[in-house]
């Protein structure tokens, strides 16, 4: 199965994984919906689970090639190459449409969302008194992290070894936020912007020859930081894979309702009508932290203006976001007929 993809077949992985980057960057969105409704949730656990003990072996006694097919290599590469390349690129463009048009860019993924639970509950037929339960209790884990209150930024390296781990689940669990799970752990800016930034100046800074940085005792401290967060989210990522293989396996049904939920819940999260609340002293100025930048306290959630242009615009947004996801629906079931049709 999976050799035999087709250019075409590639081309989309690497999209996928330009989707699942942006997702991932974003709070409230979770990667791991974006594997789930485009249909390779489980070919993706299931290649990550293959990075294991035999893996390893295979890779020190020099077997590349067996080592490579065994881990679906070109599944996974592709998939992380997009996902690099959304990093960089994609991520950035986010980064300046949340600046701009903050209410518009929530409204798309708020659609999105309700697009997936409407995706992943339309062929969902295992309904019972558990899978029922276990949906409610997604639900109500779901809506209790979308209102939780973020801790303080904190740069020890342990610290953010763990955030890594936990922060990966986003790509591993649809509907958690990776990004959503930064915030309340008070790392969101210090872990995904100024040290993704900070890795993109540095790659600038080589290509013109300019190795200034390797003197800046704060640029090489975040440059740190990044690796141990990136080693914390490849040994999450591993980690979290076997164990949802196993879920998958011998509880699907159960895995499948509690997903919904979950998934249902965390619309709290990118409801796009919100102000944030930023810490203050006692004065009411604006508390920063140690990287200058404002620090959320909360987000204040509210009814929209039905008489304002801005509040339709957002709708249609809404809108926008939903045909997304119907558009992957409709993509997914003309993929199965022309492989059935081969």
């Known amino acids: 199965m999976y050799?035999?993809?087709?250019?075409?077949?590639?081309?989309?992985?690497?999209?996928?994984?330009?989707?699942?980057?942006?997702?991932?960057?974003?709070?409230?969105?979770?990667?791991?919906?974006?594997?789930?409704?485009a249909g390779f949730y489980e070919e993706f656990i299931y290649s990550l689970q293959k990075v294991n003990g035999k893996a390893f072996k295979l890779l020190v006694s020099g077997r590349f090639k067996s080592f490579y097919r065994y881990i679906n290599g070109t599944f996974l590469s592709l998939l992380i190459f997009g996902m690099l390349i959304s990093y960089f690129s994609i991520s950035r463009l986010l980064d300046?449409?949340?600046?701009?048009?903050?209410?518009?860019?929530?409204?798309?993924?708020?659609?999105?969302?309700?697009?997936?639970?409407?995706y992943i509950s339309k062929d969902f037929e295992h309904w019972s008194k558990r899978t029922i339960t276990a949906?409610?209790?997604?639900?109500?884990?779901?809506?209790?992290?979308?209102?939780?209150?973020?801790?303080?930024?904190?740069?020890?390296?342990?610290?953010?070894?763990?955030c890594g781990i936990i922060s990966v689940s986003g790509m591993t669990l649809p509907g958690l936020s990776g990004s959503f799970i930064l915030i309340l752990l008070g790392n969101y800016v210090l872990l995904l912007v100024d040290s993704v930034n900070a890795l993109y100046d540095t790659f600038a800074e080589i290509l013109i020859g300019d190795y200034s940085f390797t003197n800046n005792p704060e640029r090489l401290r975040t440059l740190t930081i990044l690796a141990v967060f990136t080693a914390g989210s490849a040994t999450g990522l591993v980690s979290l894979s076997h164990l949802l293989t196993y879920v998958l396996k011998h509880f699907k049904n159960i895995t499948t309702a509690?997903?919904?939920?979950?998934?249902?819940?965390?619309?709290?999260?990118?409801?796009?009508?919100?102000?944030?609340?930023?810490?203050?002293?006692?004065?009411?100025?604006?508390?920063?932290?140690?990287?200058?930048?404002?620090?959320i306290l909360n987000y204040e959630r509210f009814f929209p203006d039905l008489g304002s242009s801005e509040t339709w615009w957002a709708v249609f947004f809404v809108v926008i976001g939903i045909a997304i996801l119907l558009l992957l629906d409709w993509y997914g079931k003309v993929r199965k007929e022309n492989e059935l049709s081969m």
């Open 96 to 118: 300046y449409f949340l600046a701009q048009k903050e209410l518009f860019v929530w409204a798309a993924f708020f659609g999105m969302i309700l697009g997936s639970i409407y």
């Open 3 to 37: 050799n035999t993809r087709t250019f075409l077949d590639k081309f989309f992985l690497v999209i996928k994984g330009l989707c699942m980057g942006a997702a991932n960057k974003v709070p409230g969105v979770s990667g791991g919906i974006v594997a789930f409704v």
């Open 258 to 295: 509690v997903i919904i939920g979950f998934i249902t819940g965390s619309l709290g999260v990118v409801w796009p009508w919100k102000r944030t609340i930023f810490k203050t002293d006692a004065l009411g100025e604006l508390v920063l932290d140690s990287n200058g930048k404002e620090i």
């Open 135 to 162: 949906g409610l209790i997604g639900l109500i884990v779901g809506i209790s992290i979308s209102f939780l209150s973020p801790a303080k930024e904190n740069d020890n390296l342990f610290f953010i070894f763990v």
